[in-house]
């Protein structure tokens, strides 16, 4: 019997050590579990932040895209500024604005199209023309980046608002410019209106000037009016009524004077660009064929003027005349 009340205690303690086991493997398949989770939840992090940065990544290329086909990408650039252009003629279909409007035969566009050329004004002439920009702008100039200035009808940006700058000044205008400054501007609008004129088969003695015409001087201060929004799609016929042609001279440089002020025509499916330079003259038709905006000025200064022609008689103005 002795020997069977010995082993008692060994069978107790034998059991309790079996027990002890599988506490232990228990402790362990729950460490592992919990290790195996928390690999799992770290690897669940770690993907969704590739994920992340991967989606950042594309959609930031996307906005890039977005602006860069918004504000500066074309698919073609029609006038570079570091070429010199005899002549550059894109002949376009006809819209239907000009039917809205009384036609004249001999001038309502029936060819369309847009041209470039720097033969018609030498850079010397533009840069003389500028100054004349420069000192009437000098007299004021608007708060935000748009700033005009016509010298027809005397119309002068000061802050939000135009004053006409001959009954403001009086004869101290006289001061500012000269009679020879009128002289080379009534000479300039005389070559571009011939220019057009030949570039359309048309009798230049059929169109008149008309309004507005205008210097401009944009710069990248942020708008304070929609006077300074120069940026916006626009059709010049659609806009103005009279006019039928318009042109542009450029008086400063892309990529010297300023960045970006880049001339834009928004064609269906791809835009085309005129990049500013002293001397260079653009034209068009003035119809929706056209559809057109600039781009903002993103630093420097840009000066052009805009001179517009209609073949309504009833709608032209006389060349400025300093009084």
Known sequence: MAPQRRAGPKAAESGGGSAGTWADRGERRRLSSVRKSRAHQESRRKWLKVAFLVSSAVLL??????YLVSEDGVAEVLAHYSESLQDRFIEVPCSEDYDSHKRFEGCTPRKCGRGITDTVITREEAERIRRIAERGLSLG?????????DLHSGALSVGKHFVNLYRYFGDKIQEVFTEEDFQLYRDVRRRIQQTIAQAFGISSSSMYLTKPTFFSRINSTEAKTTHDEYWHPHIDKVTYGSFDY?????????TEDFGGGRFVFMDVGANKTVEPRAGRVSFF??????????????????????????????????DPVLT
């Open 61 to 66: 290329s996307l906005l890039s895209w977005s």
């Open 141 to 149: 100039g608007s708060d935000g980046g748009a700033s005009i200035l």
């Open 246 to 254: 318009t042109s542009l001279l450029y008086l400063s440089d892309y």
């Open 285 to 318: 038709t003035s119809g929706s064929e056209n559809l057109h905006r600039v781009e903002k000025v993103r630093w420097g200064t840009r000066y052009a003027i805009t001179i517009s022609f209609t073949c309504n008689p009833d709608h032209g103005i006389e």
